[in-house]
Structures are given as structure tokens and as C-alpha cells.
């Protein structure tokens, strides 16, 4: 085991100006504010403009980061951006936001674990620092899935938004209470097709057929992966806090990715922590997938609840599909 501590030292986020409300929506498709309220808990999410990419929105989120933070873009020494929205299939979303912080000669590289992206990334950073190669990671999650939304299927497009949240994942100082405790992920490709962008890869090339079709959207089976996200988030959640000797009554906040309300309630119900101590904000910004809990997260730091030296967990699931939690002192 590595006597390296690792922490989050920073977190910031951003999200595009443009609001689309759930009345802008009735005018889209066949579709109510009641009906989205009461199965989302959703009213209003952030849309980007035409012009706007991945790597924009993720510059604006390190941004107010590195103000934050006394660390510089010169003290990085990788880069991992989680997105399943990158600018381009190739080069990475991390490569060009690297070029945009300028910050020469470090790995840099995306990851696609869907609405878990930013706990992997933190995984991933978390075993850099620990084993040396890396000293002060970038972690970002990112998505703009309003580009890729079906604005005709009246299922999924109340669903997303659009925005960025990025964390400094550094080490530890000695004496500091600060500290990523733990980390769990895991997947199960057998569910992959219930949650799925199903045109512009190798396996159906971009055609005028696949535009045709809609397959360069998002598709998704909505009631089989709401029934096992409940599962795998509460499983996560569960996991965590046993394998390190905690409850939820010892959890300060718990963030969750803000998928749905009721698999939110059912999380926090399944480890016994109280409504209060949940942080939610998807009523402002929907399902922003891998930028979701770093979004709730620097939102909540920003507006004082969450204050050094909380005790956290964040879960989430998403397309793989994946899951997975952290459990960390603030």
C-alpha cells in the first residue's frame, strides 16, 4: 500500500447560459411540466449553442479552478477528462483542453464510462498520484448531451443537459483531514444496448442511412435501467461505507448522479441518510451524466453546505453500464 494520501483540492463547474424549461419543452414535444416534475423532478436544464464544444465548457470549469486553487496549470502533470460528448472521436477532449490551459508535456486522455465517468477519472488519479506517476491530476467530467438528443422521443429528451465540473486531485499534506478514502467501480457490458449511441462508431459508420435512422442520438430503455440503477447506486453506496466501517448516519453528504429523483431518494433510503444531507440539483440542470456530481458537488462548496473536512460519498451509474462510488473527507 502506498503511504501517499490523496485528496481534492479544488472543485469548480460551468454550465452554458442558455436555460431550456420545461415549458420550452411542451412546445418541442408532446409532453407536460407535470409529467416531467413528477417523474424527474426536473424543471429546467442548460443548453449549448451550435458554436459551443466539450473542451469550451471544460476550459470555462478549469478556469475557476485554477482561481481557486493556489496550484497553477504549470503544477498538472495529467489530464483526464471523462465525456461520452467529446469535441472529436479523435484527437481526446483532453489532449485539446491541455492545448487551451497550456500545459505542455503530460499524459492527457479521455474516458467513456457514461454517468460514472468522473468517479472513474477520480480512481484513475487517485492510483497516479499513490504509485508516483503524477503529482497534481486535472480531472474533469464534461458533457453536452443536448448534441446528441433525440428532440422527437419524448422519453429522453426532457432528460439532459449540459454542462462541466473539474477537480484537482493532489496529494495530502501531513496533518491534513482532507482525503479520498476509498473508491469502488465496476460495469456489466451484458446491459450495454439499454443505454446507448448506436450510430458513428466502427460498428455503424456514419451513413445517410444512420442519420436517417436518428442513431447518432442517444437511445435509451428507460424502465430497465431506472430498475437497475436503483440497484447498482444503493449497492455502490452500500459497499463503500461497509468496507471502510461507516453508516449513513457517519456521512456528512451524500451526491449522487442526478439521473432521476426517485432513484436519488431510493439511494439515500437504502443507507439510511437523511433527506437533508443529500445534495440535489436536478431540478436546475438535469442529467448532465459524467458532470453531474462534480457539478452538485462545486455547487454545494460554492454556496457553503459542503466545508472542510465533511465526510462524502458520491454514486452514480450510468452506460456500460457502469457504477460506482467514492467515499472522501472534503
Not at 457517519?250 to 426517485?262: E, G, K, S, T, V
Amino acid at each position: 500500500m502506498s503511504d501517499i494520501r490523496v485528496k481534492i483540492d479544488e472543485i469548480a463547474m460551468a454550465v452554458p447560459d442558455n436555460v431550456l424549461t420545461n415549458q420550452d419543452l411542451e412546445k418541442i414535444v408532446n409532453t407536460t411540466d407535470e409529467w416531467i416534475r413528477t417523474r424527474t423532478g426536473m424543471v429546467e436544464r442548460r443548453k449549448s449553442d451550435d458554436h459551443t464544444a466539450a473542451s469550451d465548457i471544460a476550459l470555462k470549469a478549469c478556469e475557476k479552478l485554477f482561481k481557486r486553487s493556489s496550484l497553477r496549470t504549470r503544477d498538472i502533470d495529467l489530464i483526464i477528462v471523462a465525456t461520452v460528448t467529446p469535441d472529436h472521436a479523435f484527437p481526446s477532449t483532453a489532449c485539446i483542453l491541455q492545448h487551451k490551459l497550456g500545459i505542455p508535456n503530460c499524459p492527457a486522455f479521455d474516458i467513456s464510462a457514461g454517468c460514472t465517468g468522473f468517479i472513474y477519472g477520480i480512481t484513475i488519479a487517485k492510483q497516479f498520484i499513490e504509485n508516483g506517476s503524477a503529482t497534481n491530476a486535472l480531472v474533469v467530467g464534461v458533457e453536452l448531451l443536448t448534441k446528441i438528443t433525440n428532440w422527437t422521443d419524448r422519453n429522453t429528451c426532457v432528460l439532459f443537459g449540459d454542462g462541466a465540473g473539474a477537480a484537482l486531485v493532489t496529494p495530502a499534506h501531513k496533518g491534513e483531514i482532507s482525503e479520498i478514502i476509498d473508491t469502488y467501480i465496476s460495469s456489466d457490458g451484458k446491459y450495454g444496448n439499454l443505454l446507448i449511441q448506436q450510430g458513428g462508431g466502427s460498428r455503424n459508420p456514419t451513413s445517410k442511412e444512420t442519420v436517417e435512422k436518428n442513431m447518432h442520438t442517444l437511445y435509451m430503455e428507460g424502465n430497465r435501467v431506472f430498475k437497475i440503477a436503483v440497484k447498482s447506486m444503493g449497492e455502490a453506496a452500500v459497499r463503500i461505507l461497509e468496507r471502510n466501517g461507516f453508516t449513513g448516519d457517519n456521512i456528512d453528504w451524500l451526491i449522487p448522479h442526478q439521473a432521476n429523483l426517485r432513484i436519488i431518494d431510493a439511494t439515500a433510503k437504502r443507507i439510511h441518510i437523511l433527506p437533508q444531507k443529500v445534495i440535489i440539483n436536478i431540478e436546475k440542470y438535469g442529467n448532465t451524466s459524467s458532470a453531474s456530481i462534480p457539478l452538485a458537488f462545486a455547487e454545494a462548496v460554492e454556496d457553503g453546505r459542503i466545508r472542510r473536512g465533511d465526510l462524502i460519498v458520491l454514486d452514480a451509474f450510468g452506460a456500460g453500464l457502469t457504477w460506482g462510488s467514492v467515499l472522501l473527507r472534503y
